[in-house]
């Protein structure tokens, strides 16, 4: 007979290293940093040990069990659908007193459940100490440390999930008298075991008498801080991470120093991939003129050379060329967010985003919308503001996804040094940060502003990212891309080869050619020429065809060299500068107007996105290009 399923949760507070232990024992690809809000519902893993079968949840953090976020909302309802054969409560031993709160809950709530006090290296590195055993002993249920980036950690909770621990004698909190009296006369409800039983007369009791919700809840921390005296010590020391902050929250500092952080950050990703995109922009022009010699040589047809070479190659030569860029920016990226720096700006950012009524939570979808503007739509989930969630699910369509963010970069690579490039980044960025302006101003004619939560997150200590989630998280967003352009590019690189090269004659004969002075008109108002526009309509179903159709098209006229040297010479820098600024804000792909439609349930709010999108990005580029001829 085949043994069942065991069902295993991960409960913790936000940023206590949920998903890194989740990701160890399952192998699962769960996004992580070191920042909260990353999980935003449950995540079910099935795995095998031992010759048994596991179901493991991670869920999303949340302080309590209570109503009063998405994020509690989202673990509520699936306890309430399943009930777990053991929950692994995980632990922020940098913050044991306030974690224990939730994990009284979860021992009033289950009888099985294992405690993993997590960051352990960094609680000793800060003067804490904890004692273990006596812990445990108090509590009643297995008590582990772990480093959630360590092997051992995950060796360590499988061996503590999968022995026989048969007594296990859950903590409860001692309450008042009267509150003791009020739990027993409760109504009785049937549950499997007597825990359960009692979790729903407290809640029952806090629901009917506010007065009495507050006297369990002064009890549970009470007892937390009783726990905490007995088995933690803490020598005080000023910690590194207080160092820092002294200077990166500043009031008058933390703003400079955030924009000198990210112009590093584009600096270095300039400096750095700029050799190697044309390194690979020179190999891929070798292989087409090899392609062309060998196949004349085989005296193969012309069509078909024309089709491997110019269309293929050169496509998806384009599309490669930004490669470094995307993995260089996203590696020193997730640098800056492992290392706990992102919440920093997310806190910057909550006085400037307060001028126009937001907070600084909105930030924080938007860093989920740096690799895919879908993620930052379901990311904004953890909003609880109706129209907060509004603006933020508009919003992240024009937060850079890795696509359009690999074209930005290397088209600013291509006409700018360096330095200039940097700033140009930034300048974009700023523009992007502008249109969320814009947006919370528009989205209020249409919904009104509720009262915004206030910004509470937890700021975690700084730490050296661990390289091997450094490298899994850049490996993840390059193999994405590499994926799209197995999926799309191709196909599109063809397409685009057909328009260009038939009818077959002069080039201007094209049906590309013909397409592109049809539309020139409204090019020349935003000073782009028709090779742009049609780059620009290409790029409406997936971003990245942008850049391989300008290869395309170009290669099919008759240029030659690497696609960046190509550009330069029949690009101007303005009409580049302004491309990227349309380029940026226009329509968002289909996955994001979808993904809108999913999250509203309603075809106007995801049609409104791309009519939008498509005003508001002409009228940038209008701006853009008649304010660069009076300056430059």
């Known amino acids: ?279 690979i922009g020179e190999t891929f022009v070798y292989f087409g003129s090899a392609v062309h010699n060998i196949f004349s040589a085989l005296k193969l047809p012309y069509m078909l050379t024309s089709l491997v070479a110019d269309g293929l190659l050169n496509g998806i030569g384009a599309a490669l060329g930004f490669l470094p860029q995307i993995a260089i920016f996203f590696l020193i990226y997730n640098i800056i967010q492992d290392s706990g720096y992102i919440v920093r700006v997310a806190i910057l950012t909550d006085r400037l985003m307060s001028l126009i009524g937001l907070n600084g939570k909105i930030f924080i979808p938007l860093i989920a919308g740096y690799s895919c503007n879908v993620n930052g739509i379901l990311a904004s989930r953890i909003l609880t503001s109706r129209y907060d969630r509004m603006v933020a699910m508009l919003a992240s369509s024009y937060a850079p996804c890795s696509a359009r963010l690999g074209v930005m970069v290397f088209m600013a690579s291509a006409f700018f040094p360096s330095n200039e490039a940097t700033l140009v980044m930034l300048c974009l960025l700023a523009i992007s940060l502008g249109m969320m302006a814009v947006i919370a101003f528009l989205t209020r004619f249409f919904i009104a502003p509720e009262d915004s939560a206030v910004f509470m997150t937890e700021i975690p200590v700084y730490h050296l990212p661990h390289w091997r989630n450094l490298l899994a998280a850049t490996l993840d967003r390059t193999l994405h891309f590499l994926k799209r352009i197995r999926n799309i590019i191709v196909y599109s690189s063809i397409i685009m080869w057909l328009l260009s090269s038939f009818p077959v004659g002069s080039f201007e004969q094209t049906y590309i050619a013909r397409i592109g002075q049809i539309i020139e008109p409204l090019g020349s108002l935003l000073g782009l020429n028709w090779q742009l526009i049609v780059a620009l309509i290409a790029g409406i179903p997936a971003k990245e065809s942008a850049l391989t159709t300008l290869g395309v098209i170009y290669n099919a006229a008759g240029s030659d060299g690497g696609l960046g040297q190509v550009l330069t010479s029949h690009i101007t820098p303005l009409a580049a500068f302004t491309f990227l600024i349309v380029y940026m804000t226009y329509i968002p792909c289909l996955a994001t107007v979808i993904t809108i439609y999913q999250e509203t349930k309603n075809w106007s709010v995801a049609i409104c996105s791309v009519y939008g999108s498509i005003f508001l990005s002409i009228l940038l580029g209008i701006l853009s290009y008649n304010l660069g001829q009076l300056f430059l």
């Open 1 to 279: 007979m085949k043994p069942p399923v065991t069902t295993v949760a991960f409960i913790g507070n936000p940023n206590v290293g949920k998903s890194a232990l989740f990701n160890a024992i399952t192998g699962a690809g769960q996004v992580i940093g070191n920042w909260c809000g990353k999980t935003t519902e449950a995540c079910t893993v099935r795995t095998r040990y031992n010759a048994r079968e596991f179901d493991f949840t991670d869920l999303p953090g949340i302080y309590g069990f209570g109503h009063s976020s998405t994020e509690e909302l989202a673990v509520d309802k699936y306890l309430h659908a399943k009930t777990p054969d053991l929950i692994v409560a995980v632990v922020d031993a940098l913050n044991l007193e306030r974690n224990l709160y939730l994990v009284l809950e979860i021992l009033e709530r289950y009888e099985k459940a294992i405690i993993v006090l997590n960051k352990t290296d960094a609680a000793t590195a800060h003067g804490i100490e904890i004692n273990l055993t006596k812990l445990a002993e108090i509590l009643g249920v297995p008590v582990i440390s772990t480093v959630a980036t360590s092997h051992n950690s995950a060796a360590c909770l499988w061996q503590t999930i999968t022995s026989s621990q048969t007594l296990w004698t859950p903590y409860r909190v001692n309450y008042p008298p009267d509150i003791e009296q009020a739990i027993e006369r409760a109504l009785p409800e049937q549950y499997s075991h007597p825990g359960m039983a009692r979790w729903q007369k407290i809640k029952a009791v806090e629901k009917a008498d506010e007065e009495k919700q507050t006297a369990i809840i002064s009890a549970r921390y009470a007892a937390a801080n009783f726990i905490t005296a007995c088995c933690h010590h803490h020598h005080a020391t000023e910690s590194l991470t207080d160092k820092i902050d002294y200077w990166a929250l500043h009031r008058w500092a933390g703003i400079p120093i955030m924009i000198a952080v990210f112009a590093l950050l584009f600096f270095f990703t300039f400096t750095v991939s700029r050799p190697l995109s044309n390194l």
